[in-house]
């Protein structure tokens, strides 16, 4: 069973405060990665897909990264306005399309 | 370009009662999937639609049902509602079903059970 496990559960930092989330998963062949952004009461953004590792993507302060087993959203001097609940999903390699979301990191940047 | 839409906002339903929600996807995506999504849980799948044939379903009962239409909007059906389906049911459409393509979530539709 395909597994996504987000740490931590909840982060608080000051604005210019550089940090990483942390996404670890389990799948038996992956597919691809996904970052999404999802502010209260709405649905989930796109931020990326990584495919394998190694893979580096970047937005703005965002940078996504993946090795075989995990994936880390960089977030480098942050603005209160980056936060949200960051959420990681994974899509594994075979018949079935269906994705396995994490429970999500929530990102609080105090002004 | 249109994003995904949903309807209705909210809904306030009563246990046993059938509910459905309706979802319009983003101009020329023909892919969409429902999840649901409890307070403080990432979204769980329920299922997928592509060019109007189920194409994957999730870990949920068959009360749970839906459709997608020639024009690739989709209806989410759920009968004999329970307490536990309180929560937000997202839709998000996606270019293929084919690939891990990016997909686009709508605002949602918050549904309280009582």
Redesign the interface.
């Known amino acids: 069973e395909d597994q996504?496990t987000q740490s931590p559960e909840a982060l608080r930092l000051q604005e210019g405060e550089s940090s990483s989330l942390n996404c670890s998963y389990t799948v038996s062949g992956l597919?691809?990665l996904?970052w999404?952004r999802q502010d209260p009461?709405?649905?989930?953004?796109?931020l990326f897909?990584l495919?394998s590792a190694g893979e580096e993507k970047e937005k703005e302060r965002l940078k996504a990264t993946l090795t075989k087993k995990e994936s880390f959203l960089h977030i480098t001097a942050p603005k209160p306005e980056d936060s949200a609940t960051y959420?990681c999903?994974v899509?594994a390699a075979g018949g079935?399309?269906?994705?396995?979301?994490?429970?999500?990191t929530s990102l609080i940047v105090h002004p | 370009e249109t994003g995904?839409t949903q309807s209705p906002t909210h809904l306030i339903k009563t246990r046993g009662q059938q509910v459905t929600l309706r979802c319009s996807s983003q101009s020329g995506h023909n892919t969409v999937s429902w999840?649901q999504q409890a307070l403080?849980?990432?979204?769980?799948?329920i299922f997928?639609y592509y060019r109007e044939e189920e194409?994957?379903r999730?870990n949920f009962p068959p009360r749970f049902s839906g459709l997608q239409f020639p024009n690739y909007s989709s209806e989410l059906n759920v009968n004999a509602l329970e307490l536990d389906d309180s929560a937000?049911y997202?839709c998000?459409s996606s270019l293929s079903?084919?690939?891990?393509?990016?997909?686009?979530?709508?605002?949602?539709t918050?549904l309280t059970v009582t």
Request: glycine residues 20%; positive net charge; charged residues 10%.
């Open positions: 996504v597919r691809g996904f999404y009461g709405k649905g989930p953004e796109f897909t495919y959420l999903a899509q079935s399309y269906i994705p396995t979301f994490g429970r999500g | 995904v999840y403080g849980q990432g979204p769980q799948f997928q194409n994957g999730g937000l997202l998000a079903s084919l690939s891990p393509t990016e997909q686009y979530f709508g605002p949602g918050r």
